[in-house]
């Protein structure tokens, strides 16, 4: 069993900061990959960014240049500083990691969620 533990959401001003981490814990052999996504209310949840072990960064386009993933491999953690933020950037955002056991195979995981709110 794997558990990630998200933390760093909040309401923030247009324009300002956050950081988002995710640690990840439990059964774990290997980190695939990690990454973020988010879902605002009355939209499908999207991929904001992830970052596979050896990989570059994916971002979706309408965070390019203003979020940065970052990951922790020692620590199985991963890290989404949001700078420039807007107010469509509103959501639920969900840590995501795909974990490696060398008995079962590779399985999706996710985080319970942490709410920022950008306001006008």
């Known amino acids: 069993q794997v558990t990630l533990v998200e933390s760093g959401g909040g309401l923030v001003q247009a324009g300002g900061s956050l950081r988002l981490s995710c640690a990840a814990s439990g059964s774990i052999f290997s980190v695939n990959r990690m990454g973020w996504y988010r879902q605002a209310p009355g939209k499908q949840r999207e991929l904001v960014a992830e970052v596979r072990t050896g990989g570059s960064p994916h971002y979706t386009d309408s965070v390019k240049g203003r979020f940065t993933i970052s990951r922790d491999n020692a620590k199985n953690t991963v890290y989404l500083q949001m700078n420039s933020l807007k107010p469509e950037d509103t959501a639920v955002y969900y840590c995501?990691?795909?974990?490696?056991?060398?008995?079962?195979?590779?399985?999706?995981?996710w985080g319970q969620g942490t709410q920022v709110t950008v306001s006008s």
């Open positions: 995501n990691a795909e974990v490696h056991d060398p008995y079962i195979g590779s399985n999706d995981y």
